[in-house]
């Protein structure tokens, strides 16, 4: 989409996505090799009881979901920023994950375009909230 075809308060629901014990354990392993994302039987004994997928996983496949919908499609030129990032729960082996993107801000920029603010929510298959963020792009008119 162009930069002014955004409105404000609009919405987007992406498809949902699963994360099996494998995907965190390999995501982990090359960028969050900490022992509740890797050591199965330590993490049982830790706080959440089991592993949890890494925080930047959540965030990074949020991420890839509100991509996969194709809203910037060729319009987006780069990512400009990501602010109030918030880890709420964790997201547990077999989840299912799916983000609610809102369209929170508009600024338009003197050339042609400009930044496109939306918080995504990320929530698990129970419908609770896991995830959070603003996440801003420039984007073309």
Known sequence: MKFNEYIIGKSYRTHSIQLSKKDIIDFAKIYDPQYMHLDEAKAKEGRFGSLIASGMQTMSTSFKLWVELGIYGEDVVAGT??????????????????????????????????????????????DEKVFQAELSALISN
């Open 81 to 126: 920023g990501m602010n109030n990032i918030k880890f709420i729960k964790p997201v547990f082996p077999d989840d299912e994950i799916s983000v609610l993107a809102e369209v929170i801000e508009l600024s338009s920029r003197r050339s042609s375009g400009g930044i496109v603010t939306v918080l995504l929510t990320t929530f698990n298959q129970n």
